[in-house]
C-alpha cells in the first residue's frame, strides 16, 4: 500500500485566481486566465515558497465551474513540472455548502488534474447547529471516500462561525487520510493546544494558520507553518522568517532578526485585514506585475481607489517592501 502524503512544514500561499481583462472574456464575466496563473505559481515555486492553495477562498472557488476548476488545477501542475518543479505541493480548496455527494466530486476533479490534497471548508450553512460529533462524522466519511488525503479548514467567517473545536481535532487526526488543519481565526489557544496535543502524531498531521501574523507565535509552540495571503506578493520575508522559526537558536542576532521579520509580516498583514481579496489581487499586481487591475468576478470585482492603495501601502506595506527587495 502506498504512503500517505504528507504536506511539508513551512509557508504555503492562498493564491487568488487570475481573471482575463474584460475585452477577452464574455459578455457578463471575465474568463480565467490560466496562464497568468501558472506564471504566478512558478514566481512563488521560485522565490521558496513550500506550496500552493489554489481555489480557496481567496482563490474564489465558488465563483468557478467544475471545468474552470479542473483545468486551472491541471494547467498549474503542467506549468510547474514544464518548469523545474515536480510534484510541488499543491492543496486546492472543497468550498461546498456541505452535501457529501458535492464535496467529493470536486476532490474527485481535483485528484484528476493533479493535487495532491483537499483543503475541505467546515461544512456551515446551518452554523452552530452542527454539533462537533456530527462535524467529525462528516469529515471521516470524506476522508474514507476521497482519492486524496484531505485538510479541515476552519474559516468561521464564511461558515455562520463554525468552530471546530480542539477535542475534534484530536478524534480527526487519528484518521490515516485526515492530514492537517488550517486555522482561519484569531484564537491562538486553538492553535497552540491542537500543535502540542500529545495524543496527536504531528509527523501525520499538520497544524497551519490562515494569518502570518500569527506565523512566529504558532510555529514556537509546534505548528507547522502558514496558509498567509500576503505571501502571495512579498513571499521572501514570509519564508527567511520560517526558516529562522524552524532553525532555531537562542543566538541575540538570530533573536533580533525574527523579532524585526514578525513585526514587518504583522504589519504588512493589516493592509490583508484592511481590503481583504479585493487588497491581495491590487497588491498582487502592483508588485510582481501580474495579473490586472480589472478585478475578479461578481460579487468581487473591482480594484481598491488610487487613494486607497496610496493610503495601505504607505500604512502598512513599506517596512516589508523595503526587506523584501533587500533578500
Avoid at 515555486?45 to 481567496?58: E, K, P, Q, Y
Avoid at 479548514?153 to 463554525?162: A, F, K, L
Avoid at 495579473?291 to 475578479?296: S, T, W
Wanted: charged content about 20%; hydrophobic content about 40%.
Amino acid at each position: 500500500m502506498a504512503s500517505i502524503p504528507i504536506p511539508p512544514k513551512g509557508v504555503f500561499v492562498p493564491s487568488p485566481t487570475f481573471f482575463r481583462p474584460a475585452a477577452e472574456s464574455s459578455d457578463y464575466q471575465p474568463s480565467v486566465d490560466v496562464a497568468a496563473q501558472t506564471e504566478h505559481s512558478i514566481f512563488l515555486a521560485r522565490a521558496g515558497i513550500t506550496g500552493i492553495v489554489l481555489l480557496g477562498s481567496t482563490g474564489e472557488a465558488i465563483h468557478l465551474s467544475s471545468r474552470e476548476r479542473i483545468d486551472l488545477v491541471a494547467g498549474v501542475r503542467r506549468g510547474l513540472d514544464d518548469a523545474g518543479f515536480p510534484d510541488y505541493p499543491l492543496m486546492a480548496g472543497v468550498l461546498t455548502s456541505g452535501g457529501i455527494e458535492e464535496t467529493l466530486s470536486w476532490l474527485d476533479d481535483y485528484a484528476k488534474a493533479g493535487a495532491q490534497w483537499g483543503l475541505v471548508l467546515a461544512p456551515g450553512y446551518f452554523g452552530p447547529a452542527a454539533s462537533q460529533q456530527n462535524l467529525g462524522e462528516w469529515y471521516a466519511i470524506i476522508a474514507d471516500r476521497s482519492p486524496i488525503p484531505i485538510l479541515v479548514y476552519n474559516y468561521p467567517g464564511v461558515t455562520n462561525q463554525v468552530v471546530v473545536q480542539p477535542e475534534t481535532y484530536t478524534k480527526l487526526a487519528a484518521h490515516p487520510r485526515i492530514v492537517g488543519c488550517k486555522m482561519s481565526h484569531g484564537n491562538v489557544s486553538h492553535h497552540v493546544q491542537v500543535s502540542l496535543d500529545p495524543a496527536i502524531d504531528h509527523d501525520k498531521f499538520r497544524v497551519y494558520s490562515g494569518f502570518g501574523q500569527q506565523l512566529g507565535p504558532i510555529v514556537m509552540f509546534g505548528a507547522a507553518g502558514v496558509i498567509d495571503g500576503m505571501a502571495a506578493f512579498f513571499p521572501k520575508t514570509v519564508v527567511r522568517l520560517m526558516a529562522l522559526l524552524e532553525k532555531g537558536g537562542s543566538d541575540a542576532s538570530t533573536i533580533a532578526e525574527i523579532h524585526r521579520l514578525q513585526y514587518v509580516v504583522s504589519r504588512g498583514e493589516e493592509f490583508v485585514v484592511r481590503y481583504g481579496i479585493l487588497g491581495i489581487r491590487e497588491a498582487v499586481y502592483r508588485v510582481t506585475g501580474m495579473g490586472n487591475l480589472e478585478g475578479g468576478r461578481l460579487p468581487l470585482r473591482g480594484r481598491l481607489a488610487e487613494s486607497d492603495w496610496e493610503k495601505g501601502r504607505g500604512l502598512f506595506l513599506v517596512d516589508i517592501e523595503n526587506v523584501e527587495a533587500a533578500l
